[in-house]
């Protein structure tokens, strides 16, 4: 089973610029999950999706931030402009949204905004 | 509200060494608990997970036992290897299974 695909690993910009994240996530997985890392904590939640609709946008900083899931399978989680502050990991999740399912993460994009 | 509280890192020990990081949290009803790793440059990783109270997770040698009368969900590890040096993150999942809570993770150096 092909797991969470993230691209890409890094990305370096400079502050004000635009900046999208893509994630696919494992097949059959409707519910997907977009999170941000910042050094030495735990992941925090920004989206939660169900299948193609956002159900969970209230942690999305949403002057800057935006993101989509067309058809209710890969996404694109966008930021526009960047600040330093964005600076951090963004992972991507997949579930199938049962109880007691677990997460899957992808391995994340590095974010550096100079 | 759901929190996961883990004890602060670094932890640091010596190949087969015993291996023991607190978790404790707080929710409402029995949520499920889990515990991930996550190793340098990568995603998270399930290790082992508990969906009721007295389970026993375990994986890798590794064993964490929701214990509901102390809200607690430690990891212990008999004998540690170098190969288990990376961050820990206890989290819990509300009782649709769709939010996660996850602790602030605790880094685990083993040295040889």
């Known amino acids: 089973e092909a797991g969470v695909v993230q691209s890409p690993r890094y990305k370096i910009i400079e502050k004000k610029q635009p900046v999208a994240f893509w994630c696919n996530p494992i097949?059959?997985?409707?519910?997907l999950y977009w999170y941000r890392q910042n050094l030495g904590q735990g992941p925090e939640l920004l989206i939660r999706?169900?299948?193609?609709?956002?159900?969970?946008d209230s942690q999305l900083p949403k002057d800057r931030f935006s993101a989509e899931r067309l058809k209710g399978v890969d996404s694109t989680l966008k930021i526009q402009p960047a600040e330093l502050g964005d600076s951090a990991v963004y992972l991507c999740?997949?579930?199938?949204?049962?109880?007691?399912?677990?997460?899957?993460f992808g391995n994340g994009t590095r974010l550096t905004v100079t | 509200g759901n929190s996961v509280t883990q004890m602060e890192g670094p932890v640091t020990l010596s190949e087969e060494a015993f291996l023991t990081i607190n978790c404790t949290y707080t929710?409402?009803?029995?949520?499920?608990l889990f515990w991930y790793v996550q190793y340098p440059g990568e995603g998270l990783q399930l290790l082992l997970k508990?969906?009721?109270?007295?389970d026993k997770g375990s994986n890798k040698g590794f064993e964490a036992t929701y214990r509901k009368e102390t809200t607690s969900f430690h990891l212990e590890k008999g004998s540690v290897q170098v190969s288990d040096s990376a961050v820990y993150f206890c989290?819990?999942?509300?009782?649709?299974?769709?939010?996660?809570?996850f602790g602030t993770g605790t880094s685990l150096t083993v040295i040889p």
């Open positions: 999740a997949s579930s199938l949204g049962l109880e007691d399912s677990p997460l899957h």
């Open positions: 999706y169900e299948n193609e609709e956002a159900v969970d």
């Open positions: 508990a969906t009721k109270a007295d």
């Open positions: 097949s059959g997985h409707n519910t």
């Open positions: 989290a819990l999942s509300d009782l649709d299974g769709n939010q996660f809570y």
């Open positions: 929710a409402t009803g029995y949520p499920s």
